[in-house]
Every structure is written in C-alpha cells, then in structure tokens.
C-alpha cells in the first residue's frame, strides 16, 4: 500500500502544509532469496552480462510507457546499438548506454518495499502518493540525511535548514546546475545540491516471484 503524501494545495501560497519525512527502509531482508536475487543480478550488472541479465527478467518485463516491453527489449536497451538511433542520436550512443546501466545499478541498488500483491519494489520512495493536484514531474525526493539547505546555490552560502528524505518541488530544474532552487512543503526555498535529488517520475524497478518460485525482474521504468 502506498503511503499518502498530505501536500495540501501549498504551490498556490507558503505554509500551507506540514514537513514530512520518509526514512528508508530495506524490507528485502524478510526474504532471504530475494537479498540473493538482488546480489546476484547487481553483480552481472558490474559485469556487464547482457544474456544473464535478459535470463533473469520476466517475459513481459515493462521497461517504458510506449513499447513493448520483454527481453529482447531490454537487451537492445542494455545493446544499444547506434544504427538503431536517428541519426542526430548517434554520436551520444556511448553515453546513453553508459547511462542505462549506471541507471538500472542504482535504481536496484536502492532500499525498496513489498506491496499488497508480494511484489518488490525500489525505490522505497515510489510507495509515497503524491496528491493528485500536484504536477509529479515537479517532486523530488531528497535521498539524504541532513542535506543542506542554502541561501544561495553554493556550499560556502548560509544555511537555512538541513532536510532529510523529504518530498520537495522544483519549478525549474537546470538538469547541468550543481545545486537547485527547491521548495519544501512548508513553503520555505533555498538551494539544495542535486546529488540528493531524486525524481518522483524517475526510475523505479520491481522483482516478482514466478510460479516457480524463482524472483524475476518485471519492470524498470520511469516516468509518470
């Protein structure tokens, strides 16, 4: 079940709702072949075991909201051939599978949560429902503990506040800034490193145990 975010209405003035914080916390431990699982995959991933990889997930894994889905789509995701790209997408090749692997690395990498249905999710963060007036594009969870809230975009600047796993907003992302103007839930702004910045619509990932008994990975996924 997710856990309800009570934001209230508080983009329209300052104020208007409580600080929240959502502390990790890893429930893979109550299985112990799902901490095996996890290890296992996460080492194939450093290892850059395509095949194995493509073994380990189900036959309809979801990996986006406008394709097919399924192994041989991951494995092309993970491949990344150039000549599968138009051709102004070419030269960054290199990068964007670069950054699919460090992304699936990370995002199994993060403490997660077991929903209604037994399935494994990660981040533990996606557990949280953002109200249904809040853009989530603009949420951002802050991964943490007493992060530094600042005057000004540097680290030399006065502090206002330190935050720890709290749901803020940015209105303007610079995706190259090394800091962001967020604002938190009680209206208070500053400037806070990206580092610690996670997007509520960014990737997120789901184990699930087939028939056989055997955990499976069903979807990497991101966006809304």
């Not at 997930?57 to 138009?86: F, K």
């Not at 030269?91 to 494994?120: I, K, V």
Request: proline letters at 6%; one cysteine or more.
């Amino acid at each position: 079940m997710r856990t309800a975010l009570l934001l209230a209405a508080f983009l329209c003035g300052p104020a208007l709702a409580d600080r929240q914080s959502f502390p990790p916390v890893d429930e893979a431990d109550r299985d112990p072949s799902l901490v095996e699982f996890r290890e296992t995959l996460l080492a194939k991933i450093a290892a850059r075991d395509v095949d194995t990889i493509v073994a380990l997930a189900c036959p309809d894994i979801y990996l986006s909201h406008g394709g097919d889905g399924g192994p041989e789509e991951l494995r092309a995701n993970l491949v990344l051939d150039p000549q599968t790209l138009s051709e102004e997408y070419r030269e960054d090749a290199d990068a964007m599978r670069e950054q699919y692997w460090t992304d699936l690395e990370n995002t199994l990498s993060q403490p997660g949560y077991f929903d209604d249905e037994g399935e494994f999710w990660m981040p533990h963060q996606w557990q949280i429902t953002l109200p249904a007036s809040l853009d989530a594009h603009l949420a951002y969870f802050v991964t943490g503990q007493n992060v530094s809230l600042r005057q000004q975009p540097n680290r030399d600047a006065p502090l206002i506040t330190r935050i720890s796993h709290e749901v803020v907003i940015l209105r303007d992302h610079q995706s190259s800034a090394e800091y962001q103007r967020v604002l938190l839930t009680d209206g208070t702004q500053g400037y806070m490193h990206s580092d610690f910045l996670w997007p509520m619509t960014g990737h997120r990932a789901a184990f699930v145990k087939s028939d056989a008994g055997g955990w499976q990975l069903c979807t990497f996924v991101s966006g809304d």
